[in-house]
């Protein structure tokens, strides 16, 4: 069922005309299953985690990131494609290609698209388990249990799969 999720995303990165990078760390998250993922979740394409971080973010037409906010990263999120809605602090915000947003450390902030979107997280140094839910339910899942991370085999076969 991933490998689905992830041609879906890699369909709206096409459509966006970016290139798929060849090595990668992807992770699908899948906050309330992957049954629902097409409702919660999104496609994390991490290029670089160094000082700084750089992912692409694929979120499907109709899909919302939950709520939660970060005690150690800061980001910014530049779209590339599409329409992001983003709110954070209670406020929300519509953001079309070419604009940026910034999320300070501990802002409550939640993502979706109706009509489907691409755009980089430019942020500090991600860190596991740095992403507090406000529902109570994803946060008492584990990590583990809130994404499923394509392995660098599947991702060249996927690649392959894509003429890519």
Not at 66 to 82: M, N, R
Not at 133 to 147: D, F, G, P, V
Request: net charge negative.
């Amino acid at each position: 069922m991933h490998k689905e999720m992830l041609h879906k995303a890699l369909r709206v990165m096409r459509e966006a005309k970016i290139v798929f990078p060849k090595s990668a760390e992807i992770n699908i998250y899948h906050h309330c299953g992957m049954e629902r993922f097409e409702q919660t979740g999104a496609v994390f394409i991490n290029i670089v985690n160094r000082d700084y971080c750089k992912s692409y973010v694929v979120i499907l037409p109709g899909q919302r990131y939950p709520c939660h906010y970060h005690k150690i990263k800061t980001e910014s999120f530049y779209v590339l494609y599409g329409i992001l809605n983003v709110e954070a602090d209670g406020r929300v915000c519509e953001l079309r290609e070419g604009e940026m947003l910034h999320i300070e450390r501990g802002m409550e902030h939640s993502f979706w698209s109706d009509t489907g979107t691409v755009f980089e997280e430019i942020s500090t140094n991600y860190t596991k388990n740095d992403s507090f839910y406000l529902n109570e339910e994803i946060q008492k899942t584990s990590y583990a249990q809130r994404r499923t991370m394509i392995d660098p085999e599947e991702w060249k076969e996927v690649r392959r799969e894509w003429k890519e």
